[in-house]
């Protein structure tokens, strides 16, 4: 069980709109995009045998005061415990999710050392990295259609086909509703899957 | 004289130098806005995309680009045969648009991804070595290198390493030469650590090819290095020592940097290429 920090920019997030506009253009008549947002997630892994609770209120307490996790002068973030999170990760209301990671090992070490560094706490064992991007989409049936809007905005295959996420760098996962956070866990720790270009 | 199109996308930053380097091997360069009408590309025998920051990046480097109808258009342009050439960010734009390397037409094969070494992360702007290879891009691109020649250049990126999650499309494109540029100790010697090997890109990739040796996505800023004063006083090379031996003297050092032949090989083919089309 890990802790996880969400953090988003509270300020306009520029790559979200310029998303939600060139986005816009690929799609279909009949769908429509209403708004696109866009979040880091940092998963803090406790090491084996050690429990998040270990190091989560030295953790939450480095959140705040240190400033490499957040600035707040641009970004609001949620700082969960492994309590607090639940057992699942739920899009915002009424969106659903492409979540992304690089294909290589998702950990962050310099995140990590400078963390222990100026802040020392047991159990931390790594942190992961990865980037949601939410999507508030509606398909000519109402719904928010995210097989249609997934295959052409999400991993790019082609010029037409595909935007948030580049596959030969980044492995995606679809949020349509509540994922289990071990679900999500091991997406950030599991190798990347294989990709064909050709597929 | 031919005449080469400089695309001037919202956020480039090196249209006018770029155009300038293009100038000095005798060759026309227009900057050409991103929004000019779908007509305008056809007027041009040859391509540039220059470095930048297209879009400010969003997203990633080049995917916002890579959409433009102006990106579309050159592409079928570069299908008729014309060169093609992206420097940093405008490499990023064609690997977004999926015209390198170019195996499964229209399929994106490839990705620019972030900087990747020990212990460093992030932007990189330094000067690193380069060895041109043999491969179906060298009349284009690398016609005018020595064999063998270790070419210093400037780079200058975040997002500059050459990757695939396909293993066929890595080996092919070492199979079939596209790595025309490869990034190399400053002996020659293969780039086996930081800072030879500036970002992790695989195959040591500085500059790959399409199979037809017409567009070349390449990371370096040869219009950084195209006269001699641009050479850094401290390069420990051949260049270095030009260089050096050229201070005070205007006249050498308006003399050509190590950028400069791959210009030159760009602009012998494109006469080339305009002459043989004359003649038909």
Same mark, same amino acid.
């Given at each position: 069980? +890990? ?15 310029? $998303? ?180 | ?27 026309? $360069?227009? %900057? ?84 990747? $070494? ?25 016609? +005018? ?5 270790? %070419? ?55 500059? %790959? ?70 003649? +038909?």
């Amino acid at each position: 069980m +890990s802790a996880v920090l969400l953090v988003r920019l509270k300020i306009t997030d520029l790559s979200a709109w310029t $998303a939600l506009e060139t986005g816009r253009r690929l799609l279909d008549p009949g769908y429509s995009l209403a708004r696109i947002a866009r979040e880091q997630l940092l998963m803090f892994e406790p090491e084996p045998g050690a429990k998040a609770d270990s190091f989560e209120r030295a953790l939450g307490e480095a959140v705040r005061q240190s400033n490499f996790f957040v600035n707040p002068n641009k970004e609001s973030y949620r700082f969960l415990t492994a309590a607090e999170r639940g057992v699942s990760w739920s899009p915002p209301e009424d969106a659903w999710g492409i979540v992304s990671r690089v294909r290589e090992d998702t950990r962050d070490d310099g995140l990590r050392e400078r963390l222990l560094r100026e802040h020392p706490m047991p159990g931390l064992s790594a942190i992961r990295r990865a980037k949601a991007w939410w999507l508030w989409s509606h398909g000519p049936d109402g719904g928010s259609a995210p097989d249609y809007f997934s295959g052409v905005l999400g991993e790019l295959r082609d010029p037409k086909h595909g935007l948030l996420v580049n596959p030969h760098a980044e492995a995606a996962m679809i949020l349509t509703g509540a994922v289990p956070w071990s679900r999500v866990e091991r997406f950030l720790i599991d190798p990347a899957p294989a990709f064909r270009a050709a597929a | 004289m031919a005449r080469v199109a400089v695309v001037q996308i919202p956020g480039v930053n090196c249209e006018y130098e770029t155009g300038r380097a293009l100038e000095a091997v005798g060759l026309t $360069a227009r %900057i050409v806005r991103w929004n000019e009408p779908a007509s305008v590309w056809s007027e041009f025998d040859g391509f540039v995309i220059p470095g930048g920051f297209a879009f400010q990046d969003r997203i990633r480097a080049g995917a916002i680009a890579a959409k433009l109808p102006a990106v579309d258009r050159i592409a079928q342009e570069a299908e008729a045969g014309k060169p093609v050439l992206g420097i940093c960010n405008g490499a990023q734009v064609l690997v977004e648009a999926g015209l390198v390397p170019g195996f499964h037409s229209g399929k994106v094969e490839m990705a620019l991804a972030p900087n990747r $070494a020990p212990r460093r992360e992030g932007y990189l702007c330094r000067w690193a070595w380069l060895r041109a290879e043999e491969g179906p891009g060298r009349a284009w691109f690398a016609a +005018s290198a020595r064999p063998g020649e270790v %070419i210093p250049m400037p780079i200058a990126h975040g997002e500059g390493r050459f990757v695939t999650a396909d293993p066929e499309v890595r080996e092919r494109i070492q199979r079939e030469g596209l790595v025309l540029y490869r990034f190399v100790a400053p002996s020659g010697g293969p780039a086996d650590r930081f800072p030879f090997d500036p970002n992790g890109a695989m195959l040591q990739a500085a500059g %790959i090819t399409n199979r037809a040796g017409n567009i070349l996505a390449f990371m370096p800023h040869p219009e950084r290095a195209t006269w001699l004063r641009q050479v850094p006083l401290e390069l420990k090379n051949l260049w270095g020592e030009r260089r050096r031996a050229a201070v005070g003297q205007w006249e050498s050092l308006e003399g050509p940097g190590p950028g400069r032949a791959l210009f030159e090989s760009f602009a012998s083919k494109l006469t080339q290429r305009a002459a043989q089309e004359s003649r +038909s």
